[in-house]
């Protein structure tokens, strides 16, 4: 028997064809729009603090994706013989297999969303945190947008899979094209004609949608973005000129930053107990010592990245932030956190925001002038870094260096009265490391409180009012540059580590 290929090819222009491709359309657009949507608080869920948050995540991810399709739609279309009250909604097709296809997809999608939200790193979070933004504004303009890009060519899949499974809602007798296309067979036996022809229709949506999403997945991918050029005239990179004057900060009151009887532990591990620092208002502190001799721990602790598990943080002698044992008497201000800047170890810059954009970011969220002022002074701060050149540039396509410089001008956007730098230079190579300490020494000279961990000692001595010495979690050493050099003489620890 000789295949009809006129009668095919005159399926493709059938209204039935065509109104049942429109169908599939509405329903799998709608069905991957709320999916997303819906999948994203899913995950959001599954990551809560709260156990039983997370445990009704995880039993929706379970139970869905364990049911089979065809079930759940005959299940949902015949849902109104046990109530009655849905059968206006759920008698019609197009609704119950849009409710049938969503419970499921959002399922799937959920796990698709979690494993792009594990892809950002801890340090988003903390940058977003550092720079005052709410646990919303993190999710929106920084995790979101980076989750999403991670999660779109899975996503992208997803959606040529319901484009498929819509052909399963014809088992209630909606009329899409898989149900259009038996209709016609059953009435000319040309079975095979008419599947090519039904076939046509899926591959055509397919293809048109899957062309689209690769569109918004270019589009969305910040690492194909190229820099535009700066037309406004910027210092050459090599010059690093950092104002002095641009913020007063007076050097007298009460303590600028305060710990009292900080204790944190690991579980069993205790990192530090019963220690106190206080640290004068534009005071240079560098803070020095072996790896694993709680360092990084205590300057996290002082604005909030790690939860004490005694003591009390005093920011001019306001109670800031308190243990686990003294926070049910103390009710701090969240505000104060803007008062404090911090720079990362790994820069954690934005890497879905130009330079320019990451320096921005803080001041825009917090309504700190209008958009132009505020790009404005955010040109500015690159400027003293010598980043003004590569303002539009994203992180990826800056140095080491050149990040660090960005993140020390968006930490010091937000005008804080504190500086906190984590080993600013310690991801850096050799030859990047001197442009950072010198805006670090630039910065020193500015009447600006700052402590700083780090393992430069020759900086350390020349830049700091005071050097502290950790080691197993207690202070060993705590005086002026100038005594630690001369201590080290007659202390063969402080000689060991001490190099200069």
């Not at 959001?44 to 995880?58: Q, W, Y």
């Not at 259009?180 to 055509?204: C, H, K, S």
């Not at 104002?243 to 050097?251: I, K, N, S």
């Not at 980043?387 to 994203?394: F, P, Q």
Request: no cysteine; net charge neutral.
């Amino acid at each position: 028997m000789a295949f009809d290929w006129s009668y095919t090819i005159g399926l493709l222009w059938s209204a039935d064809f065509w109104n049942a491709a429109l169908t599939v359309v509405e329903l799998s657009v709608l069905t991957w729009v709320l999916a997303v949507i819906l999948g994203f608080f899913v995950a959001l869920a599954d990551r809560s603090n709260l156990r039983i948050v997370r445990k009704v995540a995880a039993l929706y991810v379970w139970f869905f994706r364990s049911l089979p399709l065809l079930v759940l739609l005959i299940f949902v279309y015949n849902l109104p013989q046990a109530f009655p009250s849905t059968s206006g909604l759920l008698s019609i097709p197009f609704i119950s297999g849009l409710i049938a296809l969503v419970l499921s997809e959002t399922a799937y999608i959920a796990e698709i969303h979690r494993g792009a939200l594990l892809a950002v790193g801890k340090g988003q979070y903390e940058a977003g945190k550092v720079l005052g933004l709410a646990s919303t504004g993190i999710q929106r303009k920084i995790v979101v947008p980076q989750s999403l890009r991670i999660a779109l060519p899975s996503l992208a899949n997803e959606f040529i899979s319901i484009v498929k499974l819509t052909s399963l809602v014809s088992v209630i007798s909606l009329a899409e094209i898989l149900l259009v296309g038996q209709r016609y067979y059953t009435q000319n036996f040309l079975v095979i004609e008419t599947m090519v022809a039904v076939a046509f229709y899926y591959v055509l949506i397919v293809t048109v949608f899957d062309t689209g999403l690769k569109a918004l997945e270019r589009h969305l991918d910040f690492s194909r973005r190229l820099a535009s050029l700066t037309t406004e005239k910027a210092e050459p990179n090599g010059a690093i000129a950092i104002d002095t004057e641009g913020d007063a900060f007076t050097v007298v009151g009460p303590p600028a930053i305060r710990l009292e009887r900080g204790r944190k532990s690991y579980g069993t591990h205790e990192v530090f107990s019963d220690l106190n620092l206080s640290v004068k208002q534009g005071e240079v502190i560098s803070i020095i010592g072996p790896s694993g001799s709680g360092k990084t721990t205590l300057i996290r602790s002082l604005n909030g990245l790690e939860a004490l598990d005694q003591g009390i943080v005093y920011l001019e002698e306001k109670p800031f932030l308190a243990g686990a044992e003294e926070s049910r008497s103390i009710r701090p201000d969240s505000r104060d956190a803007l008062r404090i800047g911090m720079v990362f170890q790994n820069f954690n810059l934005f890497p879905h925001k130009t330079a320019l954009e990451n320096v921005m970011m803080g001041p825009i969220y917090h309504k700190r002038g209008t958009r132009h002022n505020v790009r404005k002074e955010a040109r500015q701060q690159l400027q003293q870094v010598g980043m003004l050149v590569h303002e539009n540039k994203y992180p990826h396509q800056l140095s080491g260096g050149q990040q660090q410089r960005v993140a020390i001008a968006r930490a010091l956007a937000m005008h804080p009265s504190i500086m906190l730098f984590d080993e600013p230079t310690s991801a850096l190579d050799p030859e990047t490391v001197g442009e950072v300490l010198r805006i670090m020494a630039g910065l020193a000279k500015s009447g600006r409180t700052m402590i700083i961990v780090t393992h430069e000692m020759k900086f350390a001595i020349e830049v700091s009012d005071r050097i502290i010495f950790m080691e197993g979690g207690k202070v060993v050493f705590d005086g002026s540059p100038e005594l630690l050099v001369e201590k080290r003489k007659q202390d063969e620890r402080l000689a060991d580590f001490v190099r200069i």
